[in-house]
């Protein structure tokens, strides 16, 4: 049966998950975490994609992106051979990680596109690792808390988050946070 072909979005923005085959862990220690966002980096440099969020779980991955001289098959070939290759060199393995192909949903405007970024940083409270965001090492959200209350450290959070996101205004980021840490159902942020 024939793959059914990906929605396009007319952002560019997607929302993408890549998740372990047979659902194994991908990432079994903070170096695999580590690996694989300086590999996220290095692929956004080549790619030229942005990157809103993203949250490492273990068996799985969350992105906000919003592809840009590359297209979303272009962009996960270039992570998963990076990724993979490490990985399986380390673990002494062989054969595909990921299972089938990445998921992706298009983010089409603001409201979902917040929606979205909350969903995201809520996975590691909704799968019980931790009681809120902040608390979560392997998010963008810690990120972009230190960001907010520390300037020193714009130039490496840069490198892996979009500046559109970490340009955020204060008052606005603050709104999105507390939004963040509810624990209501994920509803559509209203500003």
Not at 18 to 37: P, S, W
Not at 69 to 76: A, G, P, R, T, V
Not at 156 to 170: G, P
Request: aromatic share 14%.
């Amino acid at each position: 049966m024939p793959r059914t072909a990906r929605k396009k979005s007319n952002t560019g923005i997607y929302h993408v998950m890549l998740r372990g085959i047979n659902q194994q862990r991908i990432f079994e220690d903070d170096e695999d975490n580590e690996k694989f966002l300086l590999a996220l980096s290095d692929c956004k440099k080549a790619g030229g994609f942005e990157l809103y969020g993203y949250c490492l779980m273990g068996n799985h991955v969350h992105l906000l992106i919003k592809v840009a001289k590359e297209e979303l098959e272009q962009i996960f070939r270039r992570i998963g051979a990076r990724y993979v290759y490490w990985y399986n060199w380390k673990y002494k393995r062989s054969g595909h990680l990921f299972q089938d192909r990445y998921k992706s949903e298009p983010v089409e405007d603001d409201r979902y596109f917040v929606s979205v970024l909350r969903y995201i940083h809520q996975n590691p409270v909704k799968a019980k690792l931790c009681k809120k965001p902040e608390e979560y090492k392997w998010s963008s959200y810690s990120t972009l808390r230190t960001h907010l209350h520390n300037k020193k450290h714009e130039i490496q959070i840069r490198k892996v988050l979009s500046s559109r996101v970490c340009a955020m205004r204060r008052r606005a980021a603050e709104r999105f946070f507390r939004f963040t840490r509810r624990s209501d159902s994920l509803r559509p942020y209203s500003a």
